[in-house]
């Protein structure tokens, strides 16, 4: 029979999980990590013996700083203006403060995030802005937070809020082959961990299936979402591998393309005659750049709204753990090909 949690003591769920008082006390308070699998452990002991870390439960009630924090990796490019509006605007309204915080997960070792339960009620948590034991963590704590433009890993429940980026992507690049002729199509990935790349790597690589492309490596580079970035590697590519022949170029995201439209007219290249251009997220510059730009509109206002709506849902206890995925619409402009 299970024991009830008020007489389930710290040592209880130690001796169970096989670790140290240490260890799970470390997992409760968030002061040093632990390794994703004894989280894991961890975790299934405590729901096990319906454990309640009591003094982190009464820290976190007793505590509110009105804070909130939105914790990501960079804020180099124009694609975080719309979804921090979004998320200002719920804070705003529910009469809060907002703490914008980067930190790089390759320097998990050397330092603890800037912000988290320490300073703020609850996180927003962009994309690959912390790694799975530190989410694993944290949601042992009870901490509130929601993910924003990723899907929580499959063994928590955590809310979250992205775009629908597979067949989006399908449906441009099987525009290019149908509408255009283009055969031969570059693909810009974007940063390793983040999920958007991932899965728009997805709807491209189905979109050649489904016309009978093989896949080729050789036309794949890295962009990382970044205009300098994706200048670098697109006048690199065009300056050691321009016997590689190519038609067009899918390239991550509109802040990318502004480096590759770059690269592309500094090599004699013009868009779209020799190669068609396409991005994602439909910025407030693309239809103004020259030519304008074909790429999927994203809500990604809507997504800091309603990511900062279920946050506060959890810090006023009206909890959910939906994974909202908004529709995107492609819009074709004259960069692919098209007259408009």
């Given amino acids: 029979m299970t024991r009830r949690s008020s007489s389930v003591t710290i040592r209880d769920v130690a001796r169970q999980a096989n670790v140290s008082v240490a260890t799970v006390s470390r997992y409760i308070n968030q002061n040093a990590p632990v390794s994703l699998e004894v989280a894991n452990r961890l975790n299934k002991v405590m729901t096990d013996l319906r454990y309640v870390p009591h003094a982190a439960a009464r820290h976190l009630a007793s505590r509110k700083t009105r804070v909130v924090g939105l914790l990501l990796n960079n804020l180099h490019n124009d694609f975080f203006v719309p979804l921090l509006n979004g998320i200002e605007a719920v804070v705003r309204q529910k009469g809060y403060n907002l703490i914008v915080a980067t930190y790089h997960v390759g320097s998990r070792d050397q330092m603890n995030p800037p912000i988290g339960p320490h300073n703020t009620d609850g996180l927003l948590v962009f994309s690959d802005g912390l790694f799975d034991e530190d989410l694993v963590n944290l949601n042992a704590s009870g901490f509130p937070m929601v993910l924003v433009h990723r899907t929580p890993p499959p063994f928590l429940t955590i809310p979250s809020v992205t775009v629908e980026n597979v067949e989006a992507t399908h449906k441009l690049v099987n525009h ?3 509408a255009h002729g283009r055969r031969r199509i570059m693909f810009l990935r974007g940063p390793a961990y983040q999920e958007d790349s991932t899965k728009r790597e997805m709807g491209y690589k189905s979109a050649l299936q489904a016309n009978g492309i093989p896949f080729d490596e050789s036309l794949v580079i890295n962009g990382d979402f970044e205009r300098d970035i994706a200048y670098q590697a697109m006048d690199h590519f065009l300056g050691n591998d321009r016997r590689i022949a190519f038609d067009a170029v899918f390239t991550g995201d509109d802040d990318a ?9 500094q090599h004699g290249l013009r868009v779209p005659e020799d190669v068609s251009v396409i991005g994602f997220d439909d910025l407030g510059f693309a239809a103004l750049l020259n030519p304008p730009l074909t790429t999927v509109r994203a809500p990604t206002e809507l997504v800091g709204r ?3 709506e279920n946050l506060f849902g959890l810090l006023e206890n009206h909890p959910t753990d939906e994974v909202f995925i908004l529709p995107t619409e492609v819009i074709y402009r004259r960069s692919c090909g098209c007259e408009s």
């Fill in 176 to 178: 290019l082959i149908q």
């Fill in 306 to 308: 309603i990511a900062t």
């Fill in 257 to 265: 393309a502004i480096g590759v439209l770059k690269a592309l007219q």
